[in-house]
């Protein structure tokens, strides 16, 4: 005789779980105002979460459509981690979502005026369907529902703008760039006064060098026993200015850095086996 009642208890048992498993929402008010109404004089519409509201919804061009829930997770107030306010074009399918603004229990509100909504939607020629969605983590389940049918009343002396069209990456129009000559030289001012800078120079170099008491009779001492070294350290100064000067007339880097490297190398190589024979000489006493 106890199975009965044991089998009734664990089937409310049952039940009762399902219901407390499942999403959904209580004291939902649909609104639509103009501004600065405080909600007076618009549409006012209760929303059952079990069956769609039987009459539809228009949406003038200047008010706002104000929805205001209290989210339950079975029986309790709860705020859920997705709750939106879908409007979809029937024809087409697309589909545009406003998120609730909720509160811990569960207590929140959407607002949507014309403005929100994007061109495909404010053009359609159909009621919009518009449905509420209430999910979150966990094994509770979701709730997803038609709610209302929502007409749209455009404002026929601004009718929406089609918006402009995406930028799509393909072959564009061939540009020519014309760039200006590009100069070989510098300015013929500037070369000319430098040029006479360096030869007012030399006056002075050999004037120092006569002060500090230059013995030119080295010289030929210093070729007589290093002539190859001596020549070819004074050949490779007077090669290096000359690629100074073409680099500065007609030659670009390529070209003056590969002859300016084989010039150093031989400078020094040249330049230390002539100082080498300078020191013997000086290390015999003669200066």
Request: charged share 15%.
């Amino acid at each position: 005789m106890r199975l009965p009642s044991t089998l009734a208890v664990a089937a409310l048992s049952f039940s009762s779980a399902c219901l407390a498993a499942s999403w959904s929402f209580d004291d939902a008010t649909l609104t639509v105002s103009s501004k600065g109404s405080g909600g007076d004089g618009g549409v006012k519409e209760k929303l059952s979460p079990n069956s769609p509201s039987s009459k539809a919804i228009t949406l003038p061009a200047v008010d706002t459509l104000k929805i205001v829930l209290t989210a339950t997770e079975g029986s309790t107030g709860k705020r859920p981690h997705q709750a939106f306010l879908t409007l979809q074009e029937p024809t087409t399918g697309l589909e545009e979502s406003f998120p609730f603004s909720l509160k811990e229990n569960g207590k929140g509100k959407v607002e949507v005026t014309q403005k929100d909504l994007p061109y495909q939607l404010l053009t359609s020629k159909s009621p919009l369907k518009a449905s509420l969605i209430l999910a979150s983590f966990g094994s509770s389940t979701p709730y997803a529902s038609h709610a209302f049918d929502l007409t749209l009343q455009l404002d026929t002396t601004a009718p929406p703008t089609a918006p402009t069209a995406p930028e799509r990456y393909t072959p564009k129009p061939v540009i020519n760039h014309i760039f200006k000559v590009q100069e070989t030289s510098g300015p013929r001012v500037i070369s000319f006064f430098f040029t006479i800078a360096v030869l007012a120079m030399l006056p002075v170099l050999f004037g120092a060098w006569a002060l500090l008491g230059a013995n030119v009779d080295h010289l030929g001492k210093a070729f007589g026993s290093a002539p190859i070294a001596h020549g070819l350290f004074l050949g490779s100064v007077l090669a290096m200015e000359g690629v100074f000067f073409m680099y500065y007339t007609s030659w670009n880097l390529f070209q003056m850095l590969p002859v300016a490297g084989v010039v150093g190398t031989v400078a020094y190589i040249s330049g230390s086996r002539a100082l080498t024979e300078v020191q013997e000489r000086r290390m015999a006493g003669e200066r």
